[in-house]
Each structure stands twice: as structure tokens, then as C-alpha cells.
């Protein structure tokens, strides 16, 4: 989950990433609340382009901790 968090963070479009603030936010609480936290605002901004097979299973399981 560090390496995941990470690359989202380091981010190479030569501006901040639009969820910077909010993962950053929710790393202070723990890893799975960055990971859900950047997963759900690519599915709310329609930014996931290609989920993976476990993205929702993924999801589910970062809800219950």
C-alpha cells in the first residue's frame, strides 16, 4: 500500500495532482484511508479508465478498515 499511495502521490504532469490534498489528508489517519480515499475520487471524477479485475472487491475490503 506504501509503494501504491506513493506513485499516486508522484504524480507527473508538471502540476499537482487533483486528489493531492485529500490522499495527503487521509495519510494521517493510515495507509488504507489514502488508498480508499484516492480509488474512490478516480471513480467519482470518471478518471479510472481501466479498473482492474479487483478494484470493487479492493474497495469493499478498504471500507472495513
Not at 490522499?23 to 484516492?38: G, I, N, P
Not at 474512490?40 to 479487483?54: A, D, F, I, R, T
Amino acid at each position: 500500500m506504501a509503494v501504491f499511495v506513493a506513485d499516486k502521490l508522484a504524480w507527473d504532469q508538471g502540476y499537482e495532482a487533483p486528489f493531492y490534498s485529500a490522499v495527503s489528508e487521509a495519510l494521517k489517519q493510515s495507509l488504507e484511508a489514502a488508498s480508499l480515499v484516492y480509488m474512490e475520487y478516480m471513480v467519482e471524477n470518471k478518471m479510472l479508465l481501466s479498473p482492474h479485475k479487483w478494484w470493487k472487491e479492493a474497495v469493499v475490503w478498504l471500507k472495513t478498515k
